[in-house]
């Protein structure tokens, strides 16, 4: 393997046999070398090639004025978040979190920390990010020395719920708001209390997942023309298609999207099924 381009001390580029630019890093790689000269094996610590060019591109702009030790300690967080989580997350995981990781640390350094307002949302409905989250703070303490609030651990798994459902941070903020206010507007509108630990509960949340991704992308299930399965859900679950209209007119005004019948006929579905476990417990 040899050096096609100088990042910085401790990261240069390469290519694969198939001439597929590939990032090395290793302390002191770069260090008083020139492109063509060849990379000991030795001193190799980790190489990266993410799907495209253009990450890997964003990859080297976001790496190369960061320190070695966080960029070490962030890719140890991912590898753990890889092994609990599996094949969910994106090589774009990449991209954010070790810039998110490094401006952690500069942050705790200057003691400027902040509160997480999603912090009970994030527990309760991606309690598998969570908890990557929180042991990604003892990975931190171990390579670092510093130790973080558990509103980090909150953030962190911010970024494997963005890297899992291939979203925006900004719309990966909103999604536990939303599932929350749903529940929520469910809870009120059947005078009842959903136990938030029962499996059925955990089944609906990941539809509810799912429902407020595609809702704040703007990638709904369009309506398929089926009428006759529609006016029977409608027919036979009135209850549950009055409280998913509620939650559609709570999305229209709150968030200005505009709900399919569609996807109001699915929640319909669901919001009877949660509420039917939920009474014979």
Same mark, same amino acid.
């Given at each position: 393997m040899k050096i096609v381009k100088i990042v910085n001390n401790n990261i240069v580029t390469s290519e694969d046999d198939m001439g597929q630019e590939l990032i090395v890093m290793g302390r002191g790689l770069g260090f008083g070398k020139k492109a063509g000269q060849p990379i000991p094996d030795d001193k190799i610590e980790k190489v990266f090639h993410?799907?495209?060019?253009?990450? +890997? +591109?964003?990859?080297?702009?976001?790496?190369?004025?960061? $320190? #070695?030790d966080h960029i070490q300690a962030a890719d140890k967080i991912i590898l753990y978040a890889?092994?609990?989580?599996?094949?969910?997350?994106?090589?774009t995981i990449y991209l954010s979190l070790i810039d998110h990781i490094s401006c952690a640390i500069e942050r705790k350094k200057g003691n400027l920390l902040f509160q997480n307002p999603l912090l009970w949302e994030i527990k309760q409905y991606y309690p598998s990010e969570f908890h990557v989250g929180v042991q &990604? #703070?003892?990975?931190?303490? +171990?390579?670092?020395?510093? @130790?973080? $609030?558990?509103? @980090?651990?909150?953030?962190?798994a911010l970024h494997f719920i963005t890297s899992e459902y291939d979203t925006k941070m900004d719309v990966t903020f909103d999604i536990p708001k939303?599932?929350?206010?749903?529940?929520?507007?469910i809870e009120n509108q059947f005078t009842i209390h959903v136990d938030k630990s029962s499996i059925h509960f955990e089944r609906f949340i990941t539809h509810l997942k799912f429902f407020a991704a595609r809702?704040?992308?703007?990638?709904?299930? $369009?309506?398929?023309?089926? !009428?006759? !399965?529609? &006016?029977?859900?409608?027919?036979?679950?009135? @209850?549950?298609?009055?409280?998913?209209?509620?939650i559609r007119e709570h999305i229209e005004a +709150?968030?200005?999207i505009e709900i399919s019948e569609e996807e109001v006929v699915y929640l319909t579905v669901h919001i009877k099924r949660i509420t039917m476990q939920n009474s014979a417990e």
């Open positions: 993410l799907d495209t060019p253009d990450q +890997n +591109n964003k990859l080297i702009d976001i790496i190369k004025d960061i $320190p #070695l890889k092994k609990m989580l599996g094949d969910k997350l994106k090589d &990604s #703070l003892t990975i931190l303490k +171990n390579a670092l020395g510093l @130790e973080f $609030p558990v509103d @980090e651990a909150g953030f962190i939303l599932i929350d206010e749903i529940v929520t507007i809702v704040l992308q703007a990638k709904q299930i $369009p309506d398929d023309g089926d !009428f006759l !399965f529609r &006016s029977m859900i409608r027919d036979q679950y009135k @209850e549950s298609y009055q409280c998913a209209l509620a +709150n968030y200005k």
